[in-house]
C-alpha cells in the first residue's frame, strides 16, 4: 500500500500537519496506536501561545473554532508560599498571548477538521525500515505493513521512526510529576479551590513545588514536582493510592493544609509522569523521504512549549510540503533548518532557568520564579 504522506501519531502534532496539508490538498494517511478517538483522556489544559501555537492553529485555517474552546479566565496565575501567602498574583484581563484551552477539545478540532477515514486507529507501529529511493515500510503489532514515499514520525518520545534518523533516546531530567484530579472543587473541595483561584497556581521550593490549574466542570489538575531519582520513585507503590497520596504528602510536611489539601484530597490515584528530554540541540543528517515533529524531534522539558512546539512543527511542515510539492527533499530540508534551532533555543531557555533555580537558596526560589515570570510575561513568552 503506497501514500503520499503517512504520518505516524494521532497527537497534536500529526493532526495540525495533517490538517495544513488538507488545506492545501495534499492527501495524507495518520496511523494511531490508540483503538479510537476517546479511547483515553487527553491530558489537561493547554495554554496556546500567539507566537507558535496559535500560528499553526491559523495555518490550520481554524482561529474561529479555536476561540470557541477559549477557557476563559484561565490565564490568572497566583504564586503562593509554603505557609499559604499570596507572593505574586496576575488577573486574566483577556489581553493575554496564552489562551488556555483543553488539550481533548484541541485534538477533537482538529479531528473534525479532517476527512472521514484520514487517521486509522488500532494501528500501533512496532518498527520502520528503510528502502531506499526515498521509501519505507512500517510495519504494525498485527503484521501490517504500509510503503510510502513520505513518513513523518509525529509518535512522541518513544518515537518507532526515530531510528531511521538518529540513535538518539530520551534520558531521564531528575525529576517527575505526580497527577492528581479534584473534582467538583465549588462544593466538594471548597478550601482547595479558593486556593487555587480561577487559573493556575504555583507553590514553588527547591526540589519540589505544587502546580494546580482550573480545569473546565469546576475541576482541579494538580501536578506535584518532585526532584527525585528513578529509584525514590520505584520504591512507592503506586498500585496502593492511599499509600502513594501519604509518601508524595509527606514531603510537604509543614506546609499549609489549603496547600496539601491539593494531595491529600485528590479524587482520582496520584499517577507517576517522570519527565524525559532528548539532548538540547539534537539534530540529524538529513535521510531522503523522511523526518520527525514534536517529541520525536525533540523532547523538551515541561515549560509549557511541548504542544506549542509540535503543532508548529506540524504546519511549518504542511506549508513547505506545500511550497514544494514537486520537490519532497527541499521541503524536508527547508522544515528541519528551520525546526532546529527553534527547538534548541525553546530547550537551552529551559536548561538555563532550570540552573538557575539549582544554584538558589530554598527560601528564595518563589522570588526568582515570580521575577521570572513578569520579565517573561513581558516579553510576550510567559507559559
Same mark, same amino acid.
Given at each position: 500500500?503506497?501514500?503520499?504522506?503517512?504520518?505516524?501519531?494521532?497527537?497534536?502534532?500529526?493532526?495540525?500537519?495533517?490538517?495544513?496539508?488538507?488545506?492545501?490538498?495534499?492527501?495524507?494517511?495518520?496511523?494511531?496506536?490508540?483503538?479510537?478517538?476517546?479511547?483515553?483522556?487527553?491530558?489537561?489544559?493547554?495554554?496556546?501561545?500567539?507566537?507558535?501555537?496559535?500560528?499553526?492553529?491559523?495555518?490550520?485555517?481554524?482561529?474561529?473554532?479555536?476561540?470557541?474552546?477559549?477557557?476563559?479566565?484561565?490565564?490568572?496565575?497566583?504564586?503562593?508560599?509554603?505557609?499559604?501567602?499570596?507572593?505574586?498574583?496576575?488577573?486574566?484581563?483577556?489581553?493575554?498571548?496564552?489562551?488556555?484551552?483543553?488539550?481533548?477539545?484541541?485534538?477533537?478540532?482538529?479531528?473534525?477538521?479532517?476527512?472521514?477515514?484520514?487517521?486509522?486507529?488500532?494501528?500501533?507501529?512496532?518498527?520502520?525500515?528503510?528502502?531506499?529511493?526515498?521509501?519505507?515500510?512500517?510495519?504494525?503489532?498485527?503484521?501490517?505493513?504500509?510503503?510510502?514515499?513520505?513518513?513523518?514520525?509525529?509518535?512522541?518520545?518513544?518515537?518507532?521512526?526515530?531510528?531511521?534518523?538518529?540513535?538518539?533516546?530520551?534520558?531521564?531530567?531528575?525529576?517527575?510529576?505526580?497527577?492528581?484530579?479534584?473534582?467538583?472543587?465549588?462544593?466538594?473541595?471548597?478550601?482547595?479551590?479558593?486556593?487555587?483561584?480561577?487559573?493556575?497556581?504555583?507553590?514553588?521550593?527547591?526540589?519540589?513545588?505544587?502546580?494546580?490549574?482550573?480545569?473546565?466542570?469546576?475541576?482541579?489538575?494538580?501536578?506535584?514536582?518532585?526532584?527525585?531519582?528513578?529509584?525514590?520513585?520505584?520504591?512507592?507503590?503506586?498500585?496502593?493510592?492511599?499509600?502513594?497520596?501519604?509518601?508524595?504528602?509527606?514531603?510537604?510536611?509543614?506546609?499549609?493544609?489549603?496547600?496539601?489539601?491539593?494531595?491529600?484530597?485528590?479524587?482520582?490515584?496520584?499517577?507517576?509522569?517522570?519527565?524525559?528530554? *532528548?539532548?538540547? $540541540?539534537?539534530?540529524? @543528517?538529513? %535521510? #531522503?523521504? /523522511?523526518?520527525?515533529?514534536?517529541? =520525536? &524531534?525533540?523532547?523538551?522539558?515541561?515549560?509549557?512549549?511541548?504542544?506549542?512546539?509540535?503543532?508548529?512543527?506540524?504546519?511549518?511542515?504542511?506549508?513547505?510540503?506545500?511550497?514544494?510539492?514537486?520537490?519532497?527533499?527541499?521541503?524536508?530540508?527547508?522544515?528541519?533548518?528551520?525546526?532546529?534551532?527553534?527547538?534548541?533555543?525553546?530547550?537551552?531557555?529551559?536548561?538555563?532557568?532550570?540552573? *538557575?533555580?539549582? $544554584?538558589?537558596?530554598? @527560601?528564595? %526560589? #518563589?522570588? /526568582?520564579?515570580?521575577?521570572?515570570? =513578569? &520579565?517573561?510575561?513581558?516579553?510576550?513568552?510567559?507559559?
Amino acid at each position: 500500500m503506497h501514500t503520499p504522506v503517512t504520518i505516524i501519531g494521532a497527537g497534536l502534532g500529526g493532526l495540525t500537519l495533517a490538517r495544513v496539508l488538507h488545506v492545501h490538498g495534499i492527501p495524507a494517511t495518520v496511523y494511531e496506536a490508540e483503538p479510537s478517538p476517546k479511547a483515553r483522556t487527553q491530558g489537561g489544559m493547554l495554554d496556546i501561545h500567539d507566537y507558535n501555537g496559535q500560528l499553526a492553529v491559523e495555518a490550520a485555517g481554524l482561529l474561529d473554532e479555536f476561540r470557541g474552546l477559549v477557557l476563559e479566565g484561565r490565564q490568572a496565575m497566583r504564586v503562593l508560599g509554603r505557609d499559604g501567602t499570596v507572593l505574586a498574583e496576575k488577573a486574566d484581563d483577556g489581553t493575554g498571548g496564552r489562551p488556555e484551552v483543553q488539550r481533548g477539545d484541541l485534538r477533537r478540532m482538529l479531528l473534525d477538521a479532517l476527512p472521514d477515514g484520514t487517521v486509522h486507529w488500532g494501528h500501533k507501529v512496532t518498527g520502520a525500515r528503510t528502502l531506499g529511493d526515498g521509501r519505507h515500510e512500517v510495519t504494525f503489532a498485527d503484521g501490517g505493513t504500509v510503503v510510502t514515499g513520505l513518513l513523518v514520525g509525529a509518535d512522541g518520545a518513544w518515537s518507532r521512526v526515530r531510528p531511521l534518523l538518529t540513535a538518539a533516546k530520551p534520558e531521564y531530567v531528575g525529576e517527575a510529576f505526580v497527577e492528581i484530579y479534584l473534582f467538583d472543587a465549588g462544593t466538594r473541595h471548597p478550601v482547595a479551590g479558593k486556593t487555587v483561584g480561577g487559573g493556575s497556581l504555583m507553590a514553588p521550593a527547591s526540589g519540589k513545588e505544587i502546580h494546580a490549574h482550573r480545569e473546565s466542570g469546576d475541576m482541579l489538575h494538580v501536578y506535584v514536582s518532585l526532584t527525585r531519582s528513578l529509584d525514590w520513585f520505584a520504591a512507592i507503590d503506586f498500585t496502593d493510592p492511599a499509600a502513594a497520596t501519604a509518601r508524595v504528602a509527606a514531603e510537604f510536611d509543614g506546609w499549609a493544609p489549603e496547600l496539601t489539601a491539593l494531595i491529600t484530597e485528590g479524587d482520582t490515584a496520584p499517577v507517576l509522569r517522570p519527565l524525559y528530554t *532528548l539532548p538540547i $540541540g539534537h539534530r540529524w @543528517e538529513r %535521510v #531522503p523521504g /523522511v523526518t520527525l515533529i514534536g517529541d =520525536a &524531534a525533540h523532547v523538551m522539558p515541561a515549560n509549557g512549549e511541548g504542544a506549542n512546539l509540535a503543532m508548529l512543527d506540524g504546519a511549518e511542515l504542511g506549508l513547505a510540503l506545500a511550497a514544494h510539492r514537486g520537490d519532497v527533499e527541499a521541503a524536508l530540508a527547508g522544515y528541519e533548518e528551520a525546526m532546529f534551532p527553534r527547538s534548541a533555543e525553546v530547550g537551552a531557555e529551559g536548561a538555563e532557568f532550570g540552573e *538557575l533555580l539549582a $544554584g538558589v537558596a530554598d @527560601e528564595d %526560589v #518563589p522570588r /526568582v520564579l515570580i521575577e521570572a515570570f =513578569a &520579565a517573561l510575561t513581558e516579553a510576550g513568552r510567559a507559559s
